[in-house]
């Protein structure tokens, strides 16, 4: 059983950074996608970024291209996602999970099924 613990967030001002951490207490290294996920209130589970373990390759959804960035410390069992350029409307708890899977699976939100249990992150205008 796969634990995920996340940590890094907090409040920050329109424009501002973070640095949100998820570190596994297993090893993690051989087929694993890692994905950071975020959830504001009344709204769905949105993926943001997945990387997978076999070959360090990372994916951006869209909606954060450009200012999420998603990376990977293998020794540490550590995924990281950097916010930058932070906006009001990325208020959301956030959330890191993981599955032993292919990589298409990487993209599917339904397919992880190790959780956190979120860390929250506050963007004020």
């Known amino acids: 059983q796969v634990q995920l613990m996340e940590s890094g967030g907090g409040s920050v001002q329109n424009g501002g950074s973070l640095k949100l951490s998820c570190t596994a207490s297993?090893?993690?290294?051989?087929?694993?996608?890692m994905g950071w996920f975020r959830q504001a209130p009344g709204k769905e589970r949105e993926r943001l970024a997945h990387?997978?373990?076999?070959?360090?390759?990372?994916h951006h959804a869209d909606s954060v291209r450009g200012r999420f960035t998603i990376s990977l410390d293998a020794a540490k069992n550590t995924v990281y996602l950097h916010l930058n350029r932070l906006k009001p409307g990325d208020t959301a708890l956030y959330y890191c999970?993981?599955?032993?899977?292919?990589?298409?699976?990487?993209?599917?939100?339904?397919?992880?099924?190790?959780w956190g249990q979120g860390t929250q992150v506050t963007v004020s205008s």
């Open positions: 297993e090893y993690t290294f051989n087929s694993w996608c």
């Open positions: 999970a993981a599955v032993q899977a292919r990589f298409a699976d990487c993209y599917s939100r339904a397919a992880y099924n190790y």
């Open positions: 990387i997978y373990t076999e070959t360090n390759v990372p």
